[in-house]
């Protein structure tokens, strides 16, 4: 109970804006941080859906963000702070998943994929630290993947924009050490959200929550780490596969159905909606 009221002390009162903030991740930690005190701005490329959670939640600040847009993500971090005041954390949470194989996913996709999960992520920090460093403050929190540390059949673009978010982040953390801006990198297993309509998972790893992955966006924000790896048990057997023989861990992974989560297991008509969203055919 201290160790609540503690981290709700530390983010009472914190301006923090978050892409993707729609649905699914990005809502459930604007519901999150709004609940203890923090004043939210959310942004998501669905203008409708955006208003509507907004409003919900009863925000003062909710708007459509194309975060693959300079105009576009400027102005939003513009109005943020025009109506809330300097933006204290920049949650990176937009992202999108296309499942197929490689000789499958068209070149329009490939490119849709990597614009808004590596150039969103890349445009939005270096937006908001060009903010931060002048002040001496500030926080950028990127919403990675366990895939950023890992491979998986029928997502090799995904897995490849992932891997880009984790070294992009501990680079600029690095970069800027001595400026007081601070960058983090959350990394969540499966989560239960439209991104995994239509999958099963792996046999024996328990999907995460949205909850679950908001949680570890609040903890960040009272006490910034490098990176957070979220289930803690997904992600200490991602971690732990570098110390084994690959052959070993692919092994496993065969077994487990790995191989076949995105690929020949997926539910098609289930997965329709969000491929739909995803692919930008909507």
């Known amino acids: 109970m201290a160790d609540t009221a503690s981290i ?33 701005a959310i942004g998501d490329v669905d203008e ?9 939640l009863g925000l003062d600040v909710y708007a459509k963000l194309d975060v693959t847009d300079p105009h576009s993500f400027s102005e ?10 300097p933006i204290d954390v920049l949650v990176n949470n937009a992202g999108v998943m296309p499942l197929g194989r490689i000789i499958d996913e068209p070149d329009a996709v490939t490119q849709r994929i990597l614009d808004i999960n590596v150039y969103g992520v890349i445009l939005g920090s270096k937006l908001a630290a060009q ?19 890992t491979y998986l059949a029928g997502a090799a673009t995904y897995c490849a924009s992932k891997h880009a978010v984790v070294g992009f982040t501990d680079a600029a953390r690095i970069e800027y050490r001595q400026t007081g801006v601070k960058f983090s990198v959350v990394m969540p297993t499966f989560v239960n959200t439209e991104l995994i309509a239509g999958t099963s ?5 328990q999907n995460a929550e949205p909850a679950d992955v908001a949680e570890a966006v609040v903890k960040l924000v009272a006490r910034p780490k490098p990176r957070v790896r979220v289930t803690k048990a997904a992600g200490a057997i991602i971690a732990s596969q570098k110390y084994i ?3 070993l861990s692919e092994g496993l992974n065969r077994v487990l159905g790995g191989e076949h989560v ?12 969000y491929e739909s969203r995803a692919r930008g055919q909507e």
């Open 8 to 40: 709700g002390l530390k983010v009472r009162g914190k301006v923090i804006a978050i892409t993707g903030g729609a649905r699914g991740i990005g809502l459930a930690s604007a519901t999150a941080l709004h609940n203890l005190g923090a004043k939210v």
């Open 48 to 56: 409708v859906r955006v208003k509507e959670s907004g409003a919900a």
């Open 76 to 85: 939003f971090l513009d109005e943020v702070e025009r109506q809330l005041g």
């Open 131 to 149: 903010r931060m460093v002048d002040r001496g403050s500030g926080h950028v929190i990127n919403i990675a993947s366990l895939a950023g540390e």
């Open 201 to 205: 998972g792996v046999k024996g790893i």
């Open 245 to 247: 023989p690959r052959a």
């Open 262 to 273: 995105f690929t020949d297991d997926v539910d098609v008509d289930t997965r329709q909606a």
